[in-house]
């Protein structure tokens, strides 16, 4: 053998013990983005940061919240489905995402149930029915009793037309098979201060947006859409002990874009069920008022499915539209 093909051979054999390490890399060896649809401050970027501080934390590797926001989440939401999905592009996930097939169809240039892969549920949010005392309802049953003496009067305020309030209110009118007078506002907290100014007569928020107003002696909270009470209001009946055969919850998760390998979804799903088992990270998330979950992919792809399933049809009988 020539000392030109030994030394092509030598070569060779180095490369590939320094190739084969480098091409073994565990998941994940650079940092990884997490896509929250929304602005900073909400429940879902919330939710987000601590999870990405935790699942850094424990990994030893970067992930970092960035916020994509407008339409209604659909942006962030599309720059995600539209993303490689080899796991350094994940994305913030909330039921929102499960509405959209309703209210937009054919509009969307991307499929939710197929270019989004989801990983697991780290938390779920109730919802408060909230009134005005100056208004008498002692209970969520006086609500609907009035509606239907009164069909058209009494009047409810929401963030804006197809906002998830919007339709979660929807699902109740269906469900009591009564007829109530929408109010749409430019946001949450416009739809909040409609009810403390006497504006309407009730609307719903999010368990982890009551909490600063618990006190306000212009708010009387009538019920909570959870299938149990809520640890931040025990004293609350919830919808169904109302009479009002319905359980709501905003769930928040973690997906990616398809075509992320099984591993990779695995060593996620992990993280964030070990995230949710963290005492601190666990007692955050219900001092929130939220409830912290944590599941394997497939069943939070059940979830999914079954949420794509109802509120499509809630929304088309409804007829509403973006």
């Known amino acids: 053998m020539t000392r030109r093909a030994i030394l092509i051979g030598l070569l060779a054999t180095v490369g590939a013990l320094v190739a084969g390490p480098l091409a073994a890399q565990p998941y994940p060896n650079k940092p990884v983005k997490i896509i929250v649809p929304y602005a900073a401050g909400g429940t879902g970027d919330i939710l987000a940061r601590l999870f990405a501080q935790e699942i850094t934390r424990t990994s030893g590797q970067s992930?970092?919240?960035?916020?994509?926001?407008?339409?209604?989440?659909?942006?962030?939401?599309?720059?995600?489905?539209?993303?490689?999905?080899?796991?350094?592009?994940?994305?913030?996930?909330?039921?929102?995402?499960?509405?959209?097939?309703?209210?937009?169809?054919?509009?969307?240039?991307?499929?939710?149930?197929?270019?989004?892969?989801?990983?697991?549920?780290?938390?779920?949010?109730?919802?408060?029915?909230?009134?005005?005392?100056?208004?008498?309802?002692?209970?969520?049953?006086?609500?609907?009793?009035?509606?239907?003496?009164?069909?058209?009067?009494v009047t409810y305020g929401t963030p804006g037309t197809a906002t998830l309030h919007h339709v979660f209110t929807s699902l109740l009118l269906a469900t009591t098979n009564v007829k109530m007078t929408h109010v749409p506002y430019r946001g949450a907290s416009e739809a909040l201060t409609g009810v403390l100014s006497n504006s309407v007569d009730w609307t719903f928020v999010a368990l982890p947006t009551i909490t600063g107003q618990l006190g306000n002696d212009r708010m009387r909270v009538l019920a909570v859409t959870s299938e149990a009470r809520s640890a931040l209001l025990p004293q609350i009946p919830t919808l169904k002990e109302s009479g009002i055969p319905m359980t709501v919850a905003n769930w928040f998760g973690l997906g990616?874009?398809?075509?992320?390998?099984?591993?990779?979804v695995d060593w996620l799903a992990r993280k964030v069920n070990d995230s949710v088992r963290a005492p601190e990270v666990n007692n955050r998330i219900r001092a929130m008022g939220a409830e912290p979950v944590g599941n394997s992919p497939?069943?939070?792809?059940?979830?999914?499915?079954?949420?794509?399933?109802?509120?499509?049809?809630?929304?088309?009988?409804?007829?509403?539209?973006?």
């Open 63 to 153: 992930f970092v919240v960035e916020n994509r926001t407008g339409a209604g989440g659909l942006i962030g939401y599309g720059a995600a489905a539209k993303s490689v999905g080899d796991g350094y592009t994940l994305i913030a996930m909330d039921s929102t995402l499960t509405m959209y097939p309703g209210l937009h169809g054919e509009k969307l240039d991307w499929n939710v149930e197929t270019d989004l892969v989801p990983i697991s549920m780290y938390a779920r949010s109730a919802f408060a029915l909230i009134t005005n005392p100056v208004r008498h309802y002692s209970n969520a049953g006086d609500l609907v009793r009035a509606a239907r003496e009164r069909p058209d009067s």
């Open 256 to 264: 990616a874009p398809k075509g992320v390998s099984a591993e990779t």
């Open 298 to 322: 497939a069943e939070f792809a059940a979830n999914v499915q079954a949420d794509l399933k109802m509120w499509t049809k809630v929304i088309r009988e409804a007829g509403i539209k973006q």
